[in-house]
């Protein structure tokens, strides 16, 4: 099995590939934004950090899916937020 190009994947993560493309954008200076050396380096660390909210994000979200899935695979039993259907415990005869 061949690992997948970083274009390929962070195709598969957009929010992701947006916020590399921002930082690429600050260091290209493709809008001519930035003079000073401390704006670029105050705009990428706030990318950056960004970035690693997401991520943080995107991993969290992968494992809760994939927790749910091994619960529902290894329980067939196991019901989604139903309603329960007992009536509690009958009274005893006196």
Same mark, same amino acid.
């Given at each position: 099995?061949?690992k997948?190009?970083i274009?390929?994947?962070?195709k598969?993560?957009?929010v992701?590939e947006?916020?590399?493309e921002?930082?690429?954008?600050i260091?290209?200076?493709?809008?001519?934004?930035?003079?000073?050396a401390?704006?670029?380096?105050?705009?990428m660390i706030?990318e950056? *950090? @960004?970035?690693?909210?997401?991520? $943080?994000? +995107?991993?969290a979200? =992968?494992?809760?899916?994939?927790q749910e899935g #091994?619960?529902? *695979? @290894?329980g067939?039993g196991?019901k $989604?937020n +139903?309603?329960?259907? =007992?009536?509690?415990?009958q009274?005893?005869? #006196?």
């Amino acid at each position: 099995m061949s690992k997948k190009s970083i274009d390929e994947r962070l195709k598969a993560h957009p929010v992701l590939e947006g916020r590399i493309e921002a930082i690429l954008d600050i260091v290209e200076d493709s809008a001519r934004e930035v003079e000073r050396a401390d704006e670029a380096e105050r705009r990428m660390i706030e990318e950056v *950090r @960004q970035l690693g909210n997401e991520a $943080r994000q +995107g991993w969290a979200e =992968s494992k809760v899916g994939e927790q749910e899935g #091994r619960v529902l *695979r @290894q329980g067939a039993g196991v019901k $989604r937020n +139903g309603k329960k259907n =007992s009536t509690g415990t009958q009274r005893s005869a #006196r």
